[in-house]
């Protein structure tokens, strides 16, 4: 038990460490205190069994204020295929889809779905590799792992932003030998710093007075 609090400690420390060298101490996204808007957009390159390049491509418009969030994905093409679009709303306690529907996640789905927030954890993993290209405007710095499998190799690379810590720029390969690899990739188009309207975060009114309950 001793142990185990003395590494959280420890982890704690280093990535307010972390923090303070990228941002001087003002609100990051690793402490829940930012609120801003943007647009990422993801292209997931991928083999299928028999061996086809398969790319789906995503945009997703992002709101977020502190621990509140909304991700709103417009009309994803899967495969060659175009899907309807979708939405998640995190109110505070409930993750609200497109349906309506709404359920008490668990923290760790809170987390999964804060894609552009680094998790403690990750932070202390990941080794800085210095500045990075600026990335929607922003100067960024760049921290990379590496997790060596017996048969594939994933690479993850991160671009934060040196102010805020938000991820502005991901990259993910999984190597696999005598194979391409397969990849995934996301990037900020746009993002905007400040305050946001909170009616974002609850239930859409057409959403309400329809299916939605």
């Not at 185990?4 to 001087?24: D, E, I, K, P």
């Not at 502005?168 to 993002?191: F, M, V």
Request: hydrophobic share 35%.
């Amino acid at each position: 038990m001793i142990m185990r609090y003395l590494a959280r400690t420890t982890l704690l420390c280093l990535a307010a460490v972390c923090t303070l060298a990228m941002g001087c101490g003002r609100p990051s996204a690793a402490d829940g205190q930012l609120s801003f808007s943007g647009t990422w957009r993801e292209i997931h390159e991928y083999h299928s069994q028999n061996g086809h390049l398969l790319r789906d491509v995503t945009e997703k418009e992002v709101t977020v204020d502190g621990d509140l969030f909304r991700i709103s994905v417009q009309a994803p093409t899967t495969a060659g295929q175009k899907k309807g679009p979708s939405l998640c709303i995190f109110d505070g306690t409930h993750i609200i889809d497109e349906t309506g529907r709404s359920q008490r996640p668990k923290d760790s789905e809170v987390r999964r779905e804060r894609w552009w927030q680094v998790d403690v954890e990750d932070l202390v993993a990941l080794a800085p590799l210095g500045s990075g290209e600026p990335i929607a405007g922003r100067s960024t710095a760049v921290r990379q792992r590496v997790e060596k499998g017996i048969k594939v190799t994933r690479e993850v690379k991160l671009w934060l932003d040196t102010e805020t810590g938000v991820i502005l720029k991901k990259s993910i390969r999984w190597i696999r030998s005598g194979d391409a690899p397969d990849t995934d990739d996301w990037q900020c188009k746009d993002i905007h710093f400040g305050p946001v309207d909170r009616a974002l975060f609850f239930k859409p009114q057409a959403i309400r007075q329809g299916k939605g309950r």
